[in-house]
């Protein structure tokens, strides 16, 4: 390689020649291979049969369809089948104002929209004078205000709600409106010119006859015909001449059934064995979009190109083709190439590098290289050679063959060491290696001593200290010797800024270390040491890196892959939302290999991508994002066509709400939404459809705007409808609240009036009793001090009574000792008769008995109840111990001596029958 560059040096013309070799080769290499984007959509998805025999759209870009089951109808989100009155097959349709025409087994009429539905109305009524004769009709035309409806046997123009009958003799196999001229191809007759309601043959038609002609199509002011099994036909100016291409051999081996016209110059051939051939007439080079490139089968029934959209009907399905795609892809539908690792052009010559082995193209063949069976890791330009880092060791790639050129297994990453000439540091499954390039073009490989853990990826932060990357142990700071054979130190990193070890990335920007670690960015700080927080890439944590060079980033997110974004880190970035290239991304194991500064390619799962960022800015700087259409409304019973009026809606009704919106001028659409009133919600959605549950009552504004692949927002469409309150907040409701309330108001009044005079009324008995207890309080004091006065008056009579017998016994025992000094004994008898009689007085008695009785009222009584044979005497023995008067005391009241006193109290002891153990006083005090 060397020795034929330096010869090619030696002429400045020829290095100018391969300088641009070198430059363009790249944007065209395998460029046959790389086709827009396919989406298809099966039997499940749409809910209608196999076969689509025609297609149309309207000026809002929705899909109608003539379907083996009925009409078809998309709006971008969701698919309808419209079946006919008869249920027969549609064969044809056309969209014409608010009108779909359809034609189908002798029928043929209209479809119009009303409130979300599409109703069907016939034309066939206003045939007059006409029978069918078993007729389909294939293919619908305008005309000026006329509509013309073909079968096989007759052209019926419908105008002015009137139907004309055109019923030649020949077959009509194709018609087609050309210079003011209606062209009609009569199978295998030629073409003929409608005058008058009759076919005119055209001459010079003798290529023709015999031939079938299945279709026929404006190309570049001419009209293309085409042939079932015998090519295309130009015809101009009433001649017809053989359309002598290359591509004509081919669409007779496989049958052409389609020509398509597209807006951006290209031709369109339908077939019924290969696809479509999509042919520029400018490269004389076609694209082939068949089963291999990923369409559902090859048989192609009908086309139809609205903006960049290429809708194809299918013998079994539909597909969807984004024709100017900046994304174009290679895709390998056998699964032998399996997932992508690595893209490497060498020696102008594409190669992949996948979990399969080592593909590249030839000729835009995919072709497998012998003896690379395993996982490539990595395809790396190495000093003029392509190496190749494999499961089982590490090769050199040249003319489709493989050079083993290492032993060790697991070939992550190489990287060259800075300063050094022709040598290199690979990670593998074990450790380190060391790659030195020889003179005579071989490879001297030495294993690095004093490391022996797998190594994923590498990166230099100065010529002896190398960052290691394990795969799910974190990562190290490696110290080599300057040989570059020994591992002098290894550092490790864990704490507060290493939350995981696992799936780390290593980069080195702007002379910087920087790491990803569970989508957050840091950066080591060599003076001090540590590992902190990367302040420039935090509005990127989330995201990977999948490539960078000295002016632009490409970043992807972690796990979600919601969105690539191109950016200088300034003013220019680009956010790219394409779902057919996120959903084939490779997790945890991005790339992206930059070809020039306009072009990239990138690894998928199933293949590899083409993206052309020149191309994707310019057309987002010229599309004009569509505002989406609102569509239906609908509840649990009930469904809302969308008329531009405030919808009302009960609370009943409003368990669950769901909204459905579309914009079928865009592929895979994207929205944003806003719901505003007493709940609030916003959202970035993928599908057209929303649903809310157990919103509150209230006035509500829906509105969403679809979101471009830049991530900016078309205005935004918007309805308004009212969820009334529930039956207990209804109008009638308050009311009877109000008047509940009301009434409570009044009740409550009525019941506190109650309340409190009956607050009042126990507050004034209270009083009243309080009161009456206080006068008894008074009265029983004052009892208490009559009492206690007459116990008093009692005590002192008793006293008094006392101390008279005393005073009288004393002097009649002194009378009795100084008897003999009285000389007449009567008068002495009869003066101790006297005290006799004062001593014994009842007088005293009865005062003391009255005022006992007063104290003590009923207590004689009581006591002769219970003891009936007390006597008088017991009963005065009883009154003074009542009294508790000692026995001292009662003797001179009583007239007896202490020890009688004493004889009497146990005779009355008996009599009361009280044990010795109890006291009599106390007895008689309690009784």
């Known amino acids: 390689m060397e020795n034929t560059l330096m010869i090619l040096l030696k002429n400045s013309k020829q290095y100018f020649l391969l300088l641009l070799v070198l430059c363009f080769l790249p944007l065209f290499t395998s460029g046959q291979n790389l086709l827009p984007p396919i989406y298809n959509y099966n039997l499940l998805e749409y809910q209608g049969g196999s076969k689509n025999w025609d297609l149309t759209t309207n000026s809002k870009g929705e899909l109608f369809v003539a379907n083996n089951k009925g009409l078809l109808y998309y709006d971008g989100e969701r698919w309808v089948l419209n079946k006919l009155p008869n249920s ?36 066939t009524h206003l ?11 294939w293919e619908i035309l305008p005309v000026g205000n006329a509509i013309f409806f073909r079968s096989f046997s007759s052209i019926y123009i419908y105008e002015d709600e009137e ?79 053989a359309w002598n291409k290359k591509l004509n051999e081919e669409l007779k081996e496989h049958q052409l059934n389609k020509i398509l016209r597209l807006d951006n110059g290209k031709i369109a051939f339908g077939t019924i064995k290969n696809g479509v051939y999509l042919y520029d007439g400018q490269t004389m080079e076609s694209r082939i979009l068949n089963k291999k490139a990923g369409l559902q089968n090859n048989t ?16 079994n399905g539909l597909g969807r083709v984004q024709l100017n795609s900046p994304i174009t892809y290679y895709t390998d539908n056998s699964g032998s190439l399996g997932t992508v690792y690595d893209i490497k052009i060498f020696n102008d010559r594409l190669y992949l590098g996948s979990n399969t082995g080592v593909f590249y193209f030839e000729d835009d063949v995919l072709k497998f290289i012998e003896g690379s069976q395993g996982h490539v890791w990595d395809l790396e330009i190495v000093d003029g050679d392509l190496l190749c880092g494999h499961n089982t060791g590490t090769f050199r790639i040249f003319n489709g063959s493989l050079e083993k050129i290492s032993e060790v297994s697991g070939g992550y990453e190489i990287i060259k060491i800075p300063e050094q000439n022709k040598t290199y540091i690979q990670g593998t499954y074990n450790g380190l290696a060391k790659y030195r390039g020889q003179e005579n073009g071989k490879w001297e490989i030495t294993k690095v001593v004093g490391i022996n853990f797998p190594i994923k990826q590498l990166c230099f932060e100065s010529t002896n200290i190398l960052w290691a990357v394990h795969p799910y142990k974190g990562f190290y700071r490696i110290h080599l ?25 290593i980069h080195k920007i702007k002379n910087q270390i920087i790491f990803n670690i569970e989508g957050i960015w840091y950066k080591y700080d060599s003076i001090l040491g540590e590992i902190h927080l990367f302040d420039e890439f935090q509005r990127f944590n989330g995201n990977e890196i999948l490539s960078f060079d000295e002016s632009h980033f490409w970043f992807v997110a972690n796990e979600d892959m919601e969105e690539i974004i191109y950016t200088d880190l300034k003013s220019d970035s680009l956010a790219i939302t394409d779902l057919n290239l996120r959903e084939r991304l490779v997790p945890d194991s991005h790339n992206i290999v930059k070809i020039n500064d306009s072009t990239s390619f990138i690894a998928l799962s199933d293949g590899f991508g083409k993206i052309n960022i020149a191309e994707q800015k310019r057309q987002l700087e010229a599309i004009v994002l569509p505002v989406p259409e609102i569509n239906l409304l609908k509840t649990e019973k009930y469904d809302y066509a969308i008329n531009g009026v405030n919808l009302d809606i009960t609370y009943k009704d409003s368990r669950i709400l769901d909204i459905d919106f579309s914009s079928p001028k865009l592929i895979q659409a994207r929205y944003f939404y806003e719901l505003s009133g007493p709940q609030n919600y916003s959202e970035y959605v993928e599908n057209g459809s929303v649903s809310f549950q157990n919103l509150s009552y209230g006035d509500y504004q829906f509105n969403v705007s679809t979101v471009g692949v830049d991530n900016k927002i078309s205005p935004s469409r918007s309805i308004e409808f009212t969820i009334a309150p529930p039956w207990y907040l209804s109008n009638i409701s308050i009311a009877i609240y109000i008047g509940i309330i009301i009434g409570s108001v009044f009740s409550v009044r009525w019941y506190n009036r109650r309340k409190l005079l009956r607050k009042q009324k126990e507050l004034e008995d209270r009083m009243q009793k309080e009161q009456e207890k206080r006068l008894a309080s008074l009265e029983k004091e004052k009892l208490a001090k009559e009492i206690k006065l007459k116990q008093n008056e009692l005590a002192s009579t008793t006293l008094n009574i006392a101390k008279k017998n005393e005073m009288l016994l004393e002097l009649k025992n002194m009378l009795l000792v100084d008897k003999d000094k009285f000389a007449n004994s009567q008068k002495y008898r009869l003066f101790l008769k006297k005290l006799n009689n004062s001593v014994m007085d009842k007088e005293d008695w009865k005062r003391f008995e009255v005022s006992f009785k007063e104290l003590h009222e009923d207590f004689f009584e009581r006591l002769l109840a219970q003891y009936p044979r007390l006597t008088s005497k017991d009963l005065k023995l009883c009154a003074y111990l009542k009294m508790n008067l000692s026995t001292k005391e009662i003797a001179p009241l009583m007239a007896i001596t202490i020890r009688g006193v004493e004889i009497h109290r146990y005779r009355l002891r008996k009599k009361l029958k009280i044990d010795n153990s109890e006291n009599l006083s106390n007895f008689l005090i309690t009784f």
């Open 163 to 241: 139907i004309k009958v055109v019923d030649p003799k020949e077959v009509i196999s194709d018609f087609i409106w050309y210079k003011d001229r209606m062209i009609v191809a009569a199978s295998e007759e030629g073409l003929f010119e409608l005058k008058d309601n009759s076919l005119i043959p055209i001459k010079n038609q003798d290529e023709l006859i015999g031939k079938m002609v299945t279709d026929m199509e404006l190309v570049d002011g001419k009209l293309m015909v085409g042939t079932k099994l015998n090519g295309c036909y130009l015809f101009e100016n009433d001649t017809l001449i």
């Open 300 to 315: 192609l029934l009908s086309m139809l190109q609205y903006k960049d959209q290429l809708w194809l009907g299918l013998d």
């Open 88 to 123: 027969t097959i549609i064969r044809s349709v056309l969209a014409v104002g608010n009108r779909i025409y359809t034609g189908s087994y002798e029928e043929f009429g209209y479809w119009e929209k009303k409130n979300a539905i599409f109703e069907y109305t016939s034309l």
């Open 481 to 505: 010797d300057d040989a570059y054979q020994n591992v002098t130190k290894i550092e490790q990193f864990n704490g507060e800024y290493v939350p995981s070890n696992y799936n780390v990335k």
């Open 127 to 137: 045939i007059k004078e006409h029978l069918f004769t078993s007729e389909e009709f």
